[in-house]
């Protein structure tokens, strides 16, 4: 049963028990993980062999303590409610999905991360969001490279943009580089995506640049770029996604 109270206790940096690990002759332990009080048994804790859980708490272990001499684990201990649920009764979480998927692979309770893997949230970004983005290539380092160039371009303003061009075909690739080299000629700095060999469409493309910059802490959107250094023809490959700073 999960103790009411959550207020964080003083702690015993980087202190062992005096003893060898948790205490055989007691098979119910109180918890303090990140601050969040917990009570439950040795044979939960130590239901999954293999776990992480049951390695902290076998007997040969060093467990660490809080000044109250409850066993210390200096993870969220928010998240942790719905691993102990798990090991009791097998019952999912149902809310918080990324967050009990995150804990449940640190504290390697194998089955938990395989049926959360299954529900939509995990899927979705697991199984097919992330697959996607492995086939654009340079991903990461256009993101990166984009947040730069906001940045740079930030002194003194409230808005700040960045020109991307996007193509998902070898074909469109080749069709714009024409206008590519135009705005290079222009000293215009352009971030290029693509082309990749996956189903999605280049407004999916955006959205996911949107939605991973917009989860670094940036305030993002993005507009088709229809300025006249571009014939109309170029104007479905480009686009301008503009940070707003303040």
Not at 26 to 52: A, H
Not at 114 to 135: H, N, S, T
Not at 161 to 176: D, F, G, N, Q
Request: glycine share 6%; net charge positive; proline share 7%.
């Amino acid at each position: 049963m999960m103790s009411l109270s959550s207020v964080p206790r003083s702690l015993r940096p980087n202190q062992a028990s005096p003893s060898a690990g948790p205490p055989a002759g007691s098979p119910v332990v109180e918890l303090n993980v990140g601050g969040e009080l917990y009570t439950t048994t040795m044979g939960t804790l130590r239901k999954l062999p293999g776990s992480k859980l049951a390695e902290m708490f076998s007997s040969s272990a060093k467990a660490c303590t809080d000044a109250e001499g409850r066993f210390f684990i200096d993870r969220p201990g928010t998240y942790f409610g719905p691993i102990l649920d798990y090991l009791r009764s097998e019952r999912l979480p149902t809310h918080h999905i990324p967050e009990v998927y995150r804990e449940a692979q640190f504290y390697a309770i194998k089955p938990l991360v395989k049926l959360l893997e299954d529900m939509p949230q995990i899927f979705g970004e697991q199984v097919a969001r992330k697959q996607f983005l492995l086939r654009v290539p340079g991903y990461g380092e256009n993101l990166e490279l984009m947040v730069r160039l906001a940045r740079a371009e930030a002194v003194a303003a409230r808005r700040s943009a960045v020109l991307v061009c996007a193509v998902r075909t070898e074909e469109e690739a080749a069709h714009c580089a024409d206008a590519l080299r135009l705005l290079e000629a222009g000293k215009r700095s352009v971030v290029k995506f693509g082309p990749w060999k996956a189903a999605p469409q280049v407004k999916d493309l955006l959205d996911c640049v949107k939605m991973d910059i917009t989860a670094q802490g940036y305030q993002v959107y993005y507009e088709p770029y229809s300025e006249r250094t571009l014939r109309a023809k170029y104007f479905s490959y480009f686009y301008t996604f503009v940070f707003i700073w303040w």
